[in-house]
C-alpha cells in the first residue's frame, strides 16, 4: 500500500523542520544534555580531570554540604538573586514605563539607557572598583556631603519653607496648586539659592572642615542589616544597572500590546497615574513579567563574572557565590581539581535554580500568565 | 611497468628525503601578560629557533591569559605544550597530575643551583629545570629621598630603621606621596617574618601564625598603612606596588628583579638605587623568598627529544645571559653567577647584582606553600587586607588567620 499524498507531504514537512531545527538540536545536544550528563555522572566520581573515574556514590554531596564555604556560597547566592531579581524587574517596569511616555528626544534616552546592558561587565566591573576605591569618587563626595552638610540642609530648608508659603498664597487666592507645581518650585529654588547665600556671606552658617571618608568598601567585612556583606552589595548594584537595561526592553516590547483604549478609559473614570500603573500596567504585562522573573533568576543564580573580576579584592567570603564556588573547585590553585566537587555543586546549583523557578511559577504569577 | 618502477623510485626519495627533515613544531606556553610574552619571543627567535633549526625544529610560543586554569585544562584535554612554564609555587599540583615528564637521565641538572633543582624535585625526581630566579630587594627613588632632605636607605638598614626614613619622608612630602605601596600579600610580607627567624612549617608541619616572630613582622607592615605612610596599590588606583613606585608616589619598592625590567621599559627617566632588603633588628639577619619559574616538558608529548633539545636552547648560558640583560631575572646556572653584567655600573645592573645577592644573604626561602599550594596564604593575606583596611585588629586577624589555616585539609 502506499502511502497517502497527504501523509506524505506530512513527513516531508517534518523532515523539513528537522533540517532546519538540526544546528540548534545539535548544539543543545552537545553542549548541554551531554554536558550535564557527563558532569551528573562526575558528580558521583573522584574526577580531578587527570585520573580515570572512581564511582563514589555521594561521597561529594555530603563532603559539599559540611562544607563551611559552600553554605556561605549558598546564603550569598539567595541574597543576590532575591535583592537583584526583585529591584530589576520593578526597576525595569518603571523604566519602561517612562520610556514608553510620548517625550521629545525619545531614541536619545532609549539609547542612554540601554548603554549599560551592551558595556562589557568587566569595563564596568572595573569603573565601580574605581568609584567605590578608597581614594574614589565616592569617598570624596561622601567628604563633600559631610564638609557642605550644613548648607545643603539650609538650601532644603529653604526650598520646602518658601514652597509651602506659596502654594498656601495660592490656594488662599482659590487658585489651584499642586504642592510641587514646577513653576514655584522654580521659584522656590532660586529663593533658597539666595537665602544661603545670604547666609553664608553672614556667616551664619559655613563649611564644617571633616575628615576625610575613609572606607575601603571592597575590603570591608560589615553587613548591611546584619546580612548582606558590603562588597556583595556593590556586585549587586552593578548587577542591577546593567541588566535593568535588558529586562525594560522586554517590558517596552510589552507595554505596546496593551491597548491603550484601557488607558483612555480609565483616565476618564478619574484614575490617577499611579492607579492605572496598578491596575492596568502591572497586570496586563503578566506574563512578560513571568518571562523577566525567570531570567533573572536564572542569570542571578548562576551571577559568576563580576566575582571574578573583583575577585582578590575582597574578601573571598564575602563575595563567593555558587557558581564561584564551582570554579574554585575545578581550580584550586597549587593541587588536583575537584572535578567531582564541583560537578555536584554544578547539580545543587541546577537543581537549586529549577526549584526556584518552579516556585516562582507557581507562587508569584497567577495562571493568567501561562496562557 | 618502466613507469610504476619510476613512480616507486620517485616515492622512496620522498619519503627519504622526508625522513631527514623529519620537520616537527614544538609548541610551548607560558603566560600572558606585558613582559613575558614579549622577552620569550625574542628569546625563542634570538637563541633558541637557530640552535634547533638544524635539527628540522620549528618552535611557537603559545601565551596563555589566565596561566595556570588555562595550563590544567590543556593537560586534562591533551592540548597543552611540549613544553610550559611551571611556577615554584604551584609545582607541586602540576606534578600530582602525572603529566610532566620526570628528567632524570635526559638533562643534567648539575650545571645548575642546587635550591632551584630542589624547588622542582618530588621523590627523587626533577620535574623542572628552573629558568631564573628572582629575590626582593629594596628599590628607592632618590628624588624623593633629595626632595625630603632623608638619607637614602643603605644595605646596613633594620626593619626599624626604614620604617622611620620613611616616615620621615611622608611628614616632609606630605599628601600624594607615600613611604611605600604595601598590598595584602604574603608574597612580600613573609620577608620580614623570615628575618625576625620564624619558620613557615615547624617539625611537625604546622603553621604558627601567633608566634611573636611572626606577629612582629606583621604588625611592621600593617602599621605602616594604618599609620598611613603607606598604602595599598588599590587605594591609589595603581594594580601593584611597582606601579605605584613608577609613578613617583611611594619613596620605596618592595619588589624583585621584575621591577627593573618594568621601569626600564615604563618609567627610563626614574632615579632609583637598590639596596638588600633590611635586617631584623632582634636576629641582625635578612630574610628573602626566592621565587622561581621553570621550564617542564608534558609527559605526554610526541616529539620527546625534539623537546629536550629545545629545552635545552631554552636555558642555555646564551639565553640566560639575554634574560639577566632584560632585567626580569637572574640565571639558574651556577657559572652565570660571575658575570660580567653585575659589576655594570648602570641602575638596571647594579639591582640586578642586588637580586643575585638576596639568595645568599640571610634566611632565604623558596617561595612555595609545601603540599598546600597558594591556598596556603589565602588566610594570611585575609588577615593582612583586614588589619591594612582597619576592618579588624592584628590580634584578631591573626586568631582567625591561623584558625583557618588550621582547617586546611588536604
Known amino acids: 500500500m502506499r502511502a497517502s499524498p497527504k501523509r506524505r507531504s506530512d513527513l516531508q514537512q517534518t523532515a523539513t523542520a528537522l533540517m532546519f531545527l538540526a544546528p540548534l538540536l545539535l548544539s543543545l545536544g552537545l553542549f548541554f544534555v551531554y554536558a550535564f550528563l557527563r558532569a551528573l555522572y562526575y558528580s558521583f566520581t573522584d574526577y580531578d580531570l587527570f585520573n580515570t573515574p572512581q564511582w563514589v556514590g555521594l561521597r561529594s554531596y555530603l563532603a559539599i554540604l559540611a562544607d563551611d564555604r559552600f553554605r556561605i556560597a549558598l546564603t550569598n547566592t539567595l541574597l543576590f538573586s532575591a535583592v537583584v531579581t526583585t529591584a530589576q524587574t520593578i526597576g525595569a517596569l518603571l523604566l519602561a514605563v517612562v520610556l514608553n511616555q510620548k517625550v521629545r528626544g525619545l531614541g536619545f534616552f532609549r539609547s542612554a539607557f540601554y548603554m549599560p546592558s551592551i558595556t562589557s561587565s568587566v569595563v564596568i566591573t572595573l569603573i565601580f572598583i574605581w568609584l567605590f576605591q578608597r581614594r574614589g569618587v565616592v569617598n570624596y563626595l561622601a567628604t563633600q556631603i559631610g564638609a557642605y552638610g550644613p548648607v545643603i540642609a539650609a538650601f532644603i530648608a529653604l526650598v520646602v519653607v518658601f514652597q509651602a508659603a506659596q502654594v498656601l498664597w495660592e490656594r488662599s487666592r482659590g487658585r489651584p496648586a499642586r504642592a510641587l507645581d514646577p513653576a514655584l518650585l522654580w521659584i522656590s529654588v532660586a529663593l533658597g539659592a539666595v537665602g544661603v547665600w545670604l547666609a553664608l556671606a553672614f556667616g551664619w552658617i559655613g563649611i564644617r572642615s571633616v575628615e576625610p571618608v575613609d572606607i575601603s568598601w571592597f575590603a570591608s ?60 500596567t502591572v497586570p496586563m504585562l503578566r506574563p512578560v513579567t513571568f518571562y523577566v522573573v525567570t531570567v533573572s533568576l536564572i542569570g542571578t ?54 526549584v526556584i523557578v518552579a516556585l516562582q511559577r507557581r507562587f508569584l504569577i497567577s495562571d493568567e500568565a501561562h496562557s | 611497468m618502466k613507469r610504476t618502477a619510476l613512480l616507486g623510485a620517485t616515492l622512496v626519495l620522498l619519503t627519504g628525503s622526508a625522513l631527514a627533515q623529519k620537520n616537527v613544531t614544538i609548541k610551548i606556553n607560558g603566560p ?71 628528567l632524570n637521565g635526559l638533562v643534567d641538572t648539575k650545571p645548575f643551583v642546587d635550591n632551584l633543582v630542589r624547588a622542582f624535585t618530588v621523590s627523587g625526581k626533577v620535574y623542572g629545570i628552573a629558568k631564573d630566579f628572582n629575590t626582593l630587594t629594596l628599590t628607592y627613588n632618590k628624588d624623593i629621598f633629595d626632595e625630603a632632605k632623608v638619607p637614602y636607605p643603605t644595605n646596613n638598614e633594620t626593619w626599624d630603621s626604614l620604617a622611620d626614613k620613611l616616615r620621615r619622608v611622608k611628614k616632609a612630602l606630605g599628601d600624594g606621596y607615600y613611604g611605600a605601596c604595601l598590598s595584602a600579600d604574603f608574597a612580600r610580607m613573609g620577608a620580614i617574618a623570615y628575618a625576625n627567624g620564624w619558620k613557615q612549617f615547624d617539625a611537625n608541619g604546622k603553621t604558627n601564625l601567633l608566634d611573636p616572630k611572626f606577629v612582629s613582622a606583621f604588625k611592621w607592615y600593617t602599621d605602616l598603612v594604618r599609620e598611613k605612610v603607606a598604602v595599598q596599590p588599590s587605594d591609589i588606583s595603581a594594580g601593584w606596588p611597582g606601579e605605584c613606585f613608577k609613578n613617583g608616589k611611594t619613596a620605596i619598592a618592595l619588589e624583585g628583579g621584575w621591577l627593573n625590567s618594568y621601569l626600564k621599559d615604563q618609567a627610563p627617566n626614574l632615579q632609583y638605587g637598590t639596596a638588600l632588603l633590611p635586617k631584623s633588628k632582634a636576629t641582625g639577619k635578612r630574610g628573602n623568598f626566592l621565587y622561581t619559574v621553570a621550564w617542564a616538558v608534558n609527559a605526554r608529548t610526541k616529539n620527546k627529544d625534539a623537546a629536550l633539545k629545545v629545552l635545552k636552547a631554552l636555558t642555555s648560558p646564551q639565553a640566560q645571559q639575554y634574560v639577566l640583560e632584560s632585567g626580569l631575572a637572574i640565571p639558574s646556572r651556577k657559572a652565570l653567577t660571575n658575570n660580567t653584567y653585575f659589576k655594570r655600573n648602570d641602575q638596571a645592573a ?49 586568631k582567625k588567620a591561623q584558625a583557618d589555616l588550621n582547617a586546611l585539609k588536604r
Do not use: H
Open chain 2, 32 to 102: 600572558g601578560g606585558d613582559v613575558d610574552p614579549v622577552i620569550v619571543n625574542d628569546l625563542i627567535n634570538r637563541f633558541v629557533k637557530p640552535a634547533v633549526a638544524k635539527d628540522g625544529i620549528n618552535v611557537v610560543y603559545e601565551p596563555f591569559q589566565d596561566y595556570n586554569p588555562q595550563l590544567t585544562i590543556a593537560l586534562s584535554s591533551g592540548n597543552a605544550g611540549d613544553l610550559f612554564y611551571l611556577q615554584g609555587e604551584q609545582a607541586q599540583g602540576f606534578i600530582a597530575t602525572g603529566r610532566i615528564l620526570p
Open chain 1, 221 to 280: 567585612r560589615e553587613r548591611l542589616f546584619g546580612l548582606i556583606p558590603i562588597p556583595l552589595l556593590f556586585i549587586m548594584i552593578q548587577n542591577t544597572f546593567t541588566t535593568i537595561p535588558t529586562m525594560m526592553l522586554f517590558f517596552l516590547a510589552g507595554l505596546q500590546n496593551v491597548p491603550s483604549a484601557l488607558y483612555e478609559a480609565a483616565e476618564l473614570d478619574g484614575a490617577s497615574k499611579f492607579q492605572q500603573l496598578r491596575y492596568i
Open chain 1, 301 to 354: 543564580l548562576q551571577m559568576f563574572d563580576q566575582v571574578r573580576i573583583i575577585g582578590s579584592a575582597a574578601p573571598l567570603e564575602s563575595i563567593i557565590t555558587l557558581a564561584y564556588y564551582v570554579y574554585n573547585n575545578v581550580f584550586p590553585s597549587g593541587s588536583l581539581p575537584r572535578a567531582g566537587m564541583a560537578s555536584a555543586a554544578a547539580v545543587i546549583l541546577a537543581l537549586l535554580t529549577l
Open chain 2, 350 to 398: 647594579r639591582a640586578a647584582k642586588v637580586v643575585f645577592d638576596g639568595a645568599s644573604n640571610g634566611t632565604v626561602n623558596l617561595y612555595g606553600f609545601g603540599k598546600y599550594g597558594p591556598d596556603w596564604a589565602q588566610p594570611i593575606n585575609a588577615a593582612l587586607s583586614a588589619v591594612m583596611s582597619g576592618q579588624s585588629s592584628a590580634e584578631a586577624a591573626l
